[in-house]
């Protein structure tokens, strides 16, 4: 391409959240190909099919180019004045009639950072409402959960630099090659090198991650807490514990809060016979036995784990009893040891998590429940600390049942699908048919514009710049190569805009740039935890994305938190940390947390009636709710419907053949799908890839949740099928 007039540019994958480094290449202001960035050291040239075909998207016919409102049941063209002062106006109406909290937003872990800090400040620090919550509820709220209970702060301790030094990798609850292919060749590559490394993988199911497994658990969906505890009852009997390492830095504590001695833990633990945790999970004794082993025995070890661990009635939990093993072993803090969540989206970490895009949080890892916090942030967005409310607004499914109810009258949804992606789905249609509803979206139709009184049409990955933070607390710089198509816009300029409609001028007129709206995060994030405010847009347009804590801008970014490097530790008073490596300064004394949490099965277990155990998750070729991936003729080639997973032998039970027409039914809902009869569900499972709005899968999963987390548990309801 060298002299054909192509210009390529350094991006980051719009997709997943591994956060692979791609080269844009534009050619008469069109993006024409995408290819993967070899200077980018997560992904090292490398692109799973779904960023290759990325520039494909863009240019999809059902790009939306222009407002809409709907008028007597129908969709009209009108400009943007006209939307925005229509939008502008309902809200402000409920706003005055019914008060703040009668507005929401519901926002996304594929918004860029300085979206989500724009609609941040209009919701919680303007209009005045906590009602502000995104996708990543659905996806990492449960590893939040866990990091803050088991570790005291927010996001892992390592990085994927952890990967080429591991010896053991956990893989549970994670389809790595199919939901993070790029670290699954990371992870294939590195064993290919070292024949020594193993793999042990729990998960009910056998998918294109076992290739390389050594060892897999099948527990049924759901049940697989007792694994865990087993696992560190031999871990401990068989000596692989480390006690000098729980001396020096780990504090027990039971479910009730109360710390609890070495010895008292063991006493808890004796339950877990491997015999035992086998009843409950039907994984053969020995095969727990052989994985305890594995970890204990092995000199470094990464646990890694996504969905199946985090949507769950008890996500933090199972988050929990996965960092147990690595504080027992001490394997964590040292070069290839770390418990690693793997995140979904390629911003949930940035822009939702460090930015503060839920309804309890405030950019820069604050809480609203904190008056200091408040009073930060009130200070930098030029507001009155009033403004933003001590008490936390309404988490997802909170939020919809509200809209349901009619106490949320109004509600702004950006760059996410709701009336497809959450559980139980058909549940919320009602209050989204009912209430004021804003739509800001990129792709016409989708499941949630039919419910739309006012479409917005958003400028897509290249047509705008911005940040991505993604999984190894990386945030990479995104440039603009084209213009949107059509008179789409930039999302974060669309809320500045309605933000000065609403009658917030002073507060938003100020940004004339991305870059004024990232510079003003920055400052909120100086001296935090997560400190990014050497990570300027002139160093990140140079660099292949930085490492919080980057605290300067001449600082290199940070490999490992809570030991030697972490600029944190560093700057530790030197009697805090006296004769310790590592120090979890989230946590009194710095002492991270092993707990005793009891094991707990699904909301709903399987029963006479519903005797099938379902579960639903992502297959490489598509992107959650389709409406990006399904407009490629690649992809919608290689695989180009839903189906059912279901095992042989239950298939010859039922009389299912491969591609009968079937009916999967649930307490919630049905569904007439193609079974496909295969040996990778475990007998008693079946299994749903959930992109398809045709053959929506959630209308039949469980819309119960994490009492700590509230994540839902989409990983296991209980199911029954039958021939259509
Ligand atoms: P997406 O398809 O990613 O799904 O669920 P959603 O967020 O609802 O939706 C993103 C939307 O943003 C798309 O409609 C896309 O067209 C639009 N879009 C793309 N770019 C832009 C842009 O720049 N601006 C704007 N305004 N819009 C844009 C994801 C959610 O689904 C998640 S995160 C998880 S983890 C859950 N997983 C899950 C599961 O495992 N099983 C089942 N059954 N359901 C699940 N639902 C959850
Ligand atoms: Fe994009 Fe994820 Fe594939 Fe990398 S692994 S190319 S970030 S979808």
New binding site residues.
Partial sequence: FADSGMQWHKSVCRFCGVGCGVMVGVKNGKVVAVRGDKFNTINKGHLCIKGFYLHKVIYSKTRLTHPMIKKNGKFEKVSWDEALDYVAKKFNEIRKQHGPDALAFYG???AETEETYMANKLFKGCIGTNNMEG??R??MASAVGGYLTSLGLDEPSGTYDDIEKAELFLLIGSNTAEAHPILFERIVRHKAKNPNVKIVIIDPRTTPTDQVADLHLFPKPGWDLAILHAMARIIIKEGYADEQFIKDNVVIKGNDKKNMTFEQYKQFLEKYTPEYASKISGVPAEDIVKAARLFGQAKTAMSMWT?GIN?RTRGVWANNLITNLHLLTGKIGKPGSDTFSLT??PNACGGVREGGGLCHLLPGHRKVANAKHREEVAKVWGVPVKNIQPKPGKHTIAMFTALNEGKIKGIYI?????A??L?NASKYWKGLKEQFVVV????FP?ATTQYADVVLP????AEKEGVYGCTERRSQYMPKVIEPMGEARW?AFILRDLGIRMGFKKEFEKYQTAEDIWNEYLTLTKGRDMDLSGATYRRLKEVRGLRWPVPSEDHPGTYKRYVKGDPIFDELPAEKKKGRWIYFYGKPEGKAVIWARPDKGPEEPTDDQYPFALT??RVLEH???N??TGTVPELNRAVPKAYVEINPEDAKALGIANKDQVIVETRRGKLKIEARVINRPEKGTLFIP?HWEEWM??VL?IDAFDPGSKEPE?KVCAARIKKA
């Fill in positions: 996304s872990g594929q996708n990543p659905l996806c969905m949507q979904g989206q950006m760059c996410t699908n709701p497809q992606s559980p800001a979206e990129s792709f989708t958003a400028a897509f990955w999302d639903t998750g992107w959650h709710t409406t990006m959930w899968a959630n999963t989409y």
